[in-house]
């Protein structure tokens, strides 16, 4: 029977006007010979399969001149296999050539355990020595190498490839003991001598590749009766006899590299020591990157009793290696040189040392298990994969990460052995020999566009590997944890309230509590938090108040229960636990926002978790929050919330310094002002819908104080003013009515209680004070400043900004108030007079019952009130003729002042400073206590907590009264004199006419 060229190109033979010749030398009956090409078809090359089995049937004795019909015809399976091992690799090709007796081997193939290929291998160099032993040490080596192969060949090479690799590495381990008898009957005296192989590396680990170096250690013991010294020179011999028997080259090849450079020292070390010379120098002298290689560290030839002493030695000091100083740093810069170290013309093509290789995973799996290693037994695996296991069952990786980085190491393995496999050449680079990638490409299943689909996907595994790798290898709770001490670390109950009180916790047996009721039991979410609760309580005796950080951290875990991201988030995601902990043990009112609305620690898991949002992207978050919801309640709800995840974000980000005293009265300004918007188009789409009618109005909404000032603190009303101007042809009364009825909806749903800390809207600034109407319209704004507007209403209205609503109308209103506010000529001495007393009244009056004038943030001498009064009174006096005064702040017009003589630069300093301390200690005094509060604290409990969130070290608020008090004296002195015209103390000290 022909077959067609179309089907052997179908088939996957890429020079198939050859192949037909050669399938006719095989003899095949003309019926079998589609089913051939078939069979042929599924090796990674169909060429080379088939010119593999041509080139064998030529060198089989007479007597087996039929051997490879009579195998297609009989045993399919075992055709597959020979079919598999030929097409995949040119240099085991070769070598069955050379034995053509072995075919055998591959189609019977099967995977022998360690104690069988110690005995195969030993008894096939029996007493030999030079080359005739290292012939044959190979030649077996091959016999089972190439039954490997057939068996991961035709098999499912990603399940198979842990126990292919562990076949490997003791297939390698017997080589190296049949090895070790070649040097017994080599070296003289060798009885003088106990030696032992420690494998390293891959092969320690029982993960080995196809060709790889073989890394070892060598350890030997003196013989009874014997010197240290002569037993020392001995072993040196056995050692490179071990290695020139596995290395050299005979007329059979050569097996691999012995590599003794882990050894202490390296190269530059003895080449043999003992067990106590090991851990003397691993005692003293062993830097990280050597605890990393004995965690694979494992005997595989010689003197077992020796090698158990080994490990007896060494394996103590692995598990402790994590308590050196740096051990984290350490390991990550030994990866970066790693892969520093890669050339360049290799870099795109590095399975193993690049970016996403196999590197990535396996000093990921390492660093994890030397850090939580030191208390968790369950961690001590040599081999990656089941390394990747118990952290993944232990909580220390997420599964899906861990499923993922499982299934990458074992594809990127798979990979890194077909390539081996092809020329027997220690490799990790992905070809770019277009044949040699269809072949690669092949071997792995791909059949549709092979040569290009191989390298698509090692790329994008590659890519997922090193954002895992990143996320993980660099994860801060490592350092952290690394940090503690073993018992610090362990969290056992016998020292766990010791260990409270030593951190400074007040009501240890409650943290013990608090600590059971979180770790106990054998879940998932358990074993994360025994993680990570040593570290976190680190953080949080590192603040104020510990207990108020350890409490609210055990109810935000229990409402969020067995919820999957939240502890995944405190592992994985940057510095989130760090943040949250140091949050709540510095912030009542961050944990009063996230008691209420405990999704909302959502945050601390973001990128962008401390930059907080600009006003178009709240409003993009509230209006896609609102398009979500069935009714207009919900989404007044919908906004709320919006809101009270942007106050937890603009709070943790002030706590941890990452932003400063604009940008959190900038934020919360944008917050008011992007809620309000959010408000008053749900309000208007309300009323709308409950009349039936479209509004007949348009409105805007005029920010007033420090939210029209843009300086809104965290216990800041809106302070606002409403506008409406009916609509051409509208009724005045309808439209008077809906405006109302939009106020209505819009300030009774801001200030109700909520997910969120209410925001009140406080009208009282509008015309007439809560005698007049809520909401005017343009027209009747007009009519009242020209008939019966006051001083102090021309000084409220300089900080008259429009934040909601209508901008036409907006710009219509600042057209309207800019000439009270900006006077022409400025105001006259009267004005002046008039200002000051209502000043001095208000000192008198508006003072709280008790309130002590010194310590009041905002009427207190030199406070909040005293600046501002005093800038106020600059900009209604030169504003016209100095623009730059224009502005509703109060730090910039005070810098224009100086700027223009109107105020001394000293004096000008002086008054920022106080301003500035007041709202930082206002801000401050709300995120500690959780509520507002107006004056410096009370007790020292207090001036504690705030004091450290102003950046003070913890136990420094004794410092914070007397801080206030001389800065907000000094800025009283100008008060007096820049405002009042009152000379004072100081001056009159200098003052002539005294």
């Not at 690799?165 to 090895?179: C, D, M, N, P, T």
Request: glycine residues 8%; proline residues 5%; negative net charge.
């Amino acid at each position: 029977m022909t077959v067609s060229l179309t089907a052997l190109a179908r088939a996957g033979f890429t020079e198939p006007e050859r192949a037909p010749r050669m399938l006719d030398e095989l003899r095949l009956p003309a019926t079998e010979v589609a089913d051939a090409v078939a069979s042929l078809g599924k090796a990674a090359s169909p060429d080379h399969a088939l010119l593999g089995l041509v080139r064998l049937s030529e060198v089989l004795p007479a007597r087996e001149s039929n051997a490879l019909t009579t195998l297609f015809a009989q045993d399919k399976d075992g055709w597959n296999r020979l079919v598999a091992v030929l097409g995949a690799s040119t240099a085991l090709t070769d070598h069955l050539v050379r034995h053509p007796e072995r075919w055998h081997d591959v189609v019977a193939a099967r995977i022998r355990d360690r104690e069988q290929l110690y005995a195969l291998l030993t008894d096939a160099v029996g007493d030999a020595t030079g080359t005739p032993a290292y012939d044959a040490l190979r030649v077996a080596y091959y016999r089972q190498l190439v039954q490997i192969a057939a068996v991961d060949l035709t098999g499912d090479a990603v399940e198979l490839l842990p126990e292919v690799s562990e076949a490997l590495a003791e297939l390698a381990g017997a080589a190296v003991g049949a090895a070790l008898e070649i040097a017994r009957h080599t070296v003289p005296d060798s009885d003088s001598c106990r030696l032992t192989v420690i494998g390293m590396g891959k092969c320690g680990g029982r993960e080995l590749n196809y060709i790889s170096d073989v890394d070892v250690v060598f350890v030997a013991e003196p013989a009874d009766g014997v010197t240290e010294a002569h037993a020392m020179e001995v072993g040196a011999k056995l050692a490179t006899e071990v290695m020139r028997a596995c290395s050299v080259s005979t007329g059979e090849g050569a097996l691999w590299q012995v590599d003794p450079a882990l050894r202490p020292e390296g190269k530059q070390g003895p080449l043999v020591r003992t067990v106590d010379s090991h851990r003397a120098y691993y005692d003293r002298w062993a830097k990280t990157w050597e605890f990393q290689a004995l965690l694979k560290a494992r005997p595989i030839a010689g003197d077992e009793e020796i090698g158990a002493a080994y490990l007896d030695a060494v394996q103590p000091l692995v598990w402790r290696a994590a308590d050196r100083e740096h051990f984290v740093e350490d390991v990550q810069a030994m990866r970066r040189r790693v892969e520093a170290h890669v050339p360049a013309a290799e870099a795109g093509r590095q399975l193993k040392l690049g970016p996403g290789g196999l590197r990535d995973i396996e000093f990921s799996m390492q660093l994890l298990q030397l850090v939580h290693g030191r208390t968790d037994e369950r961690l001590r695996n040599r081999g990656t994969l089941a390394a990747m296991e118990s952290l993944s069952r232990g909580g220390y990786i997420g599964r899906v990460d861990a499923h993922e980085l499982d299934q990458a190491y074992r594809q990127l393995r798979v990979l890194e052995h077909r390539i081996q496999l092809s020329r027997m050449r220690r490799t990790h680079l992905i070809p770019n020999n277009p044949a040699e990638l269809r072949a690669l490409g092949r071997s792995v299943g791909l059949r549709v566009d092979p040569e290009t689909e191989v390298v698509r996907q090692w790329r994008e595994r590659a890519a997922g590997v090193r954002r895992l790798h990143e996320r993980i290898f660099y994860r801060p709770l490592l350092t952290a944890v690394a940090n503690l001490s073993v018992d610090d670390a362990q969290l056992t109950r016998a020292n766990a309230e010791d260990r409270f009180a030593a951190l400074g916790f007040r009501d240890a047996k409650g943290a013990v509590r608090h600590l059971e009721a979180l770790t106990s039991g054998v879940s998932r979410r358990a074993a994360i938090q025994r993680t990570l609760l040593p570290v976190m309580l680190q953080w949080f005796s590192e603040e104020v108040d510990p207990d108020l950080g350890l409490l609210a951290f055990r109810k935000l875990s229990d409402a969020l229960g067995s919820t999957h991201w939240f502890l995944k988030m405190l592992r994985d995601e940057g510095r989130a636990a760090e943040t949250l902990a140091r949050s709540l043990a510095a912030s009542r009112y961050v944990g009063q926002l996230l008691e209420n609305a405990p999704s909302a620690v959502r945050v601390f898991g973001s990128h962008y978790a401390l930059v907080p949002l600009s006003r178009e992207q709240l409003l993009t978050v509230m209006q896609s929050a609102v398009e979500r919801q069935p009714d207009d309640a919900a989404a007044l709800l919908a906004i709320r919330s919006a809101r009270r995840d942007e106050l937890i974000r603009i709070a943790v980000a002030d706590l941890t310094g990452a932003i400063d005293l604009d940008t959190v009265e900038r934020s919360l300004t944008d917050l008011a002002a992007a809620t309000l918007q959010g408000a008053l188009d749900l309000a208007v789409r309300h009323v709308e819908r409950d009349s039936g009618q479209t509004l007949s109005t348009a409105m805007t909404i005029i920010g007033m104080g420090r939210l029209g000032g843009r300086e809104m603190g965290y216990a800041s009303d809106a302070d606002v003013m409403f506008v409406h101007d009916p609509l051409p042809g509208a009724d005045p009364q309808v439209a008077q009515r809906q405006a109302e009825e939009v106020v209505t909806y819009l300030s009774s749903g801001l200030s109700a209680a909520g997910p969120d800390p209410a925001l009140v809207v406080d009208a009282d600034l509008r015309p007439e004070g809560r005698s007049g109407p809520i909401v005017r319209t343009l027209a009747s704004y007009a009519a009242y400043y020209e008939r019966w507007s006051e001083g102090w209403e021309a000084q409220a209205l300089l900080r008259a900004n429009p934040i909601a609503g209508d901008q036409a109308l907006a710009a219509r209103f600042t057209e309207l108030i800019d000439p009270l506010r900006y006077p022409q000529g400025g105001i006259d001495a009267s004005a002046v007079r008039a200002i000051r007393m209502l000043k001095a009244r208000m000192e008198a009056e508006r003072l709280p019952r008790g309130g002590d004038i010194r310590t009041h943030f905002k009427l207190g001498r030199g406070g909040l009130s005293d600046v501002e009064w005093t800038v106020q009174l600059a900009q209604l006096q030169h504003a016209y003729d100095i623009p730059d005064l224009r502005h509703p702040g109060t730090m910039t017009p005070l810098r224009v002042m100086a700027q223009q003589g109107l105020i001394e630069v000293r004096d000008a300093a002086k008054l920022r400073e106080s301003w500035t301390l007041a709202s930082r200690l206002r801000n401050a005094s709300v995120l500690w206590r959780g509520r507002p509060v107006d004056s410096l604290p009370g007790s020292l409990a207090d001036a504690d907590g705030i004091a450290r969130i102003l950046g003070s070290p913890v136990g420094s608020g004794h410092e914070l009264s007397e801080r206030y008090l001389r800065v907000s004296r000094r800025a009283r002195e100008v008060v007096e004199r820049d405002f009042y015209g009152s000379p004072t103390d100081s001056d009159r000290d200098t003052d002539p006419t005294r």
